[in-house]
Each structure stands twice: as C-alpha cells, then as structure tokens.
C-alpha cells in the first residue's frame, strides 16, 4: 500500500489531436488519464473506442468521464463506447459529467440496453467547483470561453503527506502496519514511552501531480488562477498566427496564445492540440509556441507521458 | 449521355467489415455504392467519415443513405458524418431511408446546426417495396430476420436498352441528336421515308447491373426472391461453423450459411462480412464458404469491386 502511494503517478495518452474535422488520420479529441487506480476519459470524439484498442488502453477502467462540451468532435464516440462496454458485460456504474443534454442523447439510444448504470452529474453553466474528491484525487471544473457552454478540467492526484525513510524504519524496528499512519504525519511512540519524531522516520512530502486541460477556448487569461503552476497543461491550438482572425471569430487559440497562456501560468510543461483540419502537420503551431514557451510538446495520436 | 449510359457501372468500396465490436483494425459496417450519378451509403458504423478520408470516397457526393437497423453498429457513425457535411457547409439535400427512431436522434443532436435538408423515409416494419426510382437506378427493400427490424437493400442500375453501333450509325450516317432515341429502341427514319430498324443500328440491351446488401440477418430463405440472379451479394458471415450455435442464439449467419444462400440464389458473385470480435483473421469463413460457394471473397476494410 505504502507503494502504490508513495509513487503515485499520472499516465496521459492522446487518442485525438483534431480539431471539429478528422484530417490527415487525426481523430477527434479523446484522451486517457490513468491515475493508477482510477483511468479518467477526458472527451470522447468519434472513433475513440477504436482508438483504444489501437493503443492498448484496457477501457473497462474508466470509471469517470469528462465531456467539456456538446461540440460532436468532443463527444460522438462516447455512446459506442459505452455500448461496446455493454457489450463486454460490464456491470461497474459509471460516472459521467457532462452538459446536462448529453443524459437525454444516451437515454434515447441506449436506455434499454445498457448493462451498467450511468451516474450522471450535469456541469453546473458558468460555475467553477470540485467535481468530486477522494483521499487520492481531485478533479475540479473551471469555465472556459467557446461558442456554447464549456468548462475545462483539472486532474490532481494527491502525495502521500509523507514519504517512508526505509533505513529509519529499519533502525527504529517500526511495525509495517504503522507505515501507513507515519506518511500521514503521526510519530511513532515507543513500547517505553519514547517518542520518535515523525521527521525522523519520514522525508518531506511531494507536492501533488496536476493535470490541466483546458478544452476549447478562445484566449482568456480568465482560466490562470485554475491552471497556474501545474505540473503539466493542455491547451487547445486550432490555428496559427496566419489565422488569428479564424480564431477569434470561432472562439478558439492560436498555438501562440496556448503558450502564452501556459507562460503567464508558470505551468512546467505545455502541450498543444486539437488542429483545424487546414494544416496538413503542425510544424509551425509548435514553431510559434516556442517563441513564447520553451517547454512545449505538440501532441499526436498515441502520444503519451508520465507525470511524476 | 450516350458513353455514360452504355459504360454503366457500380463500384463497391468497404469501409467497415467488423461485426458489433470493432477488432484488429477492423470497423463497424459501412459500405459505399458509386453508381456513376450518384453514390449510395449503406450503413454507417462508427469512424465512417474518417474511414471515407482513408480510402477517397469524396463523400459530398452521397445523396441517399440507408441504414438496416438501429444496432449502433450500423449507424453510430451517421451523425458524425452529418456533422461534417455541415461544417463543409453543404446545401443539396440528403435522403435518409432508416428506421423511424433515427429521425429523432439526429434531430435532437443536430436539429439547429445542419446546413442542409434532410428528407427522411422511414423504413416500414416487414415490408418488401420500392424505396425509390428513376430512369437510371432502383432500390428497393426487404425485411431479413434479426433481434430488431431490418432491411436488407436492392440496388439496381439500369442499363440502357440498346447499346450504339457505331460502324452501323456511321454507315447511316444517324444524326449525333438521335442516338439517345436509338438506346431507347427507336428505329430511324430518313428523309426520303426510308425506315432503318433499330437492331440494325444497335446492338440488344445488356441486363441491368444488381448489387443485393442483406445486412444483419439469421439464415433465412425468405430473402432468395429478392437476391437470386443478382451479381453481387453481400451476405453477413458473423462466425464459423465452430459458433453455429452463437450464429442462431444472436440472429446472425455462419460463413458457410452466407454461402448456401450465394449458391440457392444462383448470384455470380458472394462478398462475406460482418466478422465476430472473437476471430483475429478471416481465413476460416473463407474456407468454409468456399466448400459451398465457389465465387466467394472475404472483404476487409479498402477492398473495392466494380460490377459491369
């Protein structure tokens, strides 16, 4: 147990870098976030279960999925997958926060036919909160500036308070059932009455592994309190410079404002996606992104990275 | 006009040859019908429009969909494919032949967003009738058995009726206007009154071309009537002859059974599809079907036939 805390770790995989068309074999938006007990589905374009099976993401452990908005390129592969998850007989319920319109499109297809409950929360419109929250994450919703009602996402996975020193515990002989309570911060008290210090057996905690995702927005500095300093930010890029006027008129980003955004932010690593389907590759959104911001990836179909 | 009567054709492209699940890089069912005017689809699984990018099919061309059934794999991939349309901003209007509850689940996803007009015909429970025909083409429906109603399709291009000769109108010196009149089986009348018969100038009628799609379908003789003589006929081969069992319990048809049909119905050529999740290649329907049915291909996603 003491392990699987102490190196608690966040596995992104991109199934989707297009914007609204698929284009040059791009899917639409659709990713995977293995939280190590949990996998988190963060929008869900067509094709996405065929995607997984590409990239070997063992899907019957999503147990919560995020669509950030009713835009088809972010949802039109969620009712195949949870119709192939019927299909596989899964019986786990299923959490799924959502645009409240999207219950009445899955109730309409598959009301009769699904083998499993859908838990479903509806996006509160406008409303910045905490999705839900255990002892090892937290998932909070911001919202973000597109044509109809959108909120991007922010995935934290908690460290332990605490991380074991293996050669204390050894010298102080401290039972392994009382491992767990040292990450949580107790000292540890003697048969005689002796008190050893929780810093003695124990190093500092790590700060906790943040996942921003910010969907589909035009530029807005309004999302920086949400995602600054975090470990690791996607940011939507639909356009370059050349066509800043386009992003303006439907509400997306160019790759420069992405990596603007992620400066003013002082995030540690920037990853743009979600390309109009104009651009043949990406060379010049991530030419243009790193004139602002050092540390950005463009991300690709099967593009993955640990955040540690 | 005279060339593309004579030289009619139909050009068959697979885009999709997987059953309920898609498996081994293969996709829910969708197939494409170039008639030379006009191009059909036929089914509409999941990943359709990227799979129409993969292989060419300029899809803005498709005028008439038909969709067999309400299992999402045969039309999942229909409202991201209507979506598209829209976003390329097209006009003409599009024909829809489907079960009735399609209507309300395109309208309650894209009813305020679709560039064009969508007429809808529902397709009517157990019934056996003309959809729709012109001078060039018919289709034409019938039901076949599976766990929800279903619709298999007829497409037939018309050939003219008579085919040019052309050393013969050259001989006659017939008038580049008349030749149409000609194909319809006119005879020529010169000036002087002199009567030249029409199989003088022509030769006779080539039959029509036909193309017989059965869907998902248990093994039923009910639909000879509808699919003997044709060309080609694409039949459902779910599983081998090892799941027989599986094949009745699920209302869908052996390899071998797809072939009993192809040899009953006296058709020139059998295309099988539709292959359980459970097979990682094909090889054994094919082997099967071909102890029954000579002129037998397993079809896989890009295979393309033109019947002429």
């Known amino acids: 147990l003491a392990n699987t805390i102490i190196f608690a770790t966040m596995l992104l995989t991109i199934l989707g870098s297009s914007g609204a068309l698929p284009a040059y074999g791009r899917y639409p938006t659709c990713q995977v976030l293995d939280v190590g007990a949990d996998m988190f589905l963060i929008d869900c374009g067509e094709g996405a279960q065929i995607q997984m099976q590409q990239y070997k993401i063992r899907s019957n452990r999503i147990n919560h999925v995020f669509i950030s908005h009713l835009h088809g390129d972010h949802y039109f592969g969620l009712i195949g997958w949870l119709n192939s998850q019927s299909l596989f007989k899964r019986t786990k319920p299923l959490h799924i926060y959502a645009p409240a319109k999207l219950l009445a499109i899955i109730n309409l297809q598959l009301e009769y036919t699904l083998s499993f409950i859908i838990e479903f929360h509806a996006l509160q419109e406008g409303q910045a909160y905490t999705l839900f929250e255990n002892e090892k994450y937290q998932v909070f919703c ?167």
């Open 142 to 308: 911001f919202p973000v500036e597109h044509s109809v009602p959108t909120h991007g996402f922010r995935f934290t996975v908690k460290r332990p308070n605490n991380i074991i020193n293996k050669a204390a515990i050894t010298q102080y002989e401290i039972p392994i059932y009382y491992l767990q309570k040292l990450t949580m911060g107790n000292d540890y008290i003697k048969q005689d009455g002796t008190i050893i210090p929780n810093h003695v057996l124990t190093f500092p905690k790590k700060p906790d592994l943040v996942y921003c995702y910010t969907a589909d927005t035009l530029y807005t500095e309004s999302i920086l309190p949400y995602i600054s300093h975090c470990n690791l930010l996607y940011h939507e890029a639909t356009y370059t410079e050349e066509h800043s006027q386009l992003a303006t008129d439907r509400q997306h980003s160019t790759a420069k404002q992405a990596a603007t955004i992620a400066k003013l932010g002082m995030v540690q690593q920037l990853l743009i996606g979600h390309y109009s389907s104009k651009y043949k590759n990406t060379q010049q959104h991530l030419a243009e992104a790193l004139t602002v911001f050092e540390q950005t990836t463009c991300v690709h179909e099967g593009y993955t990275i640990e955040i540690k």
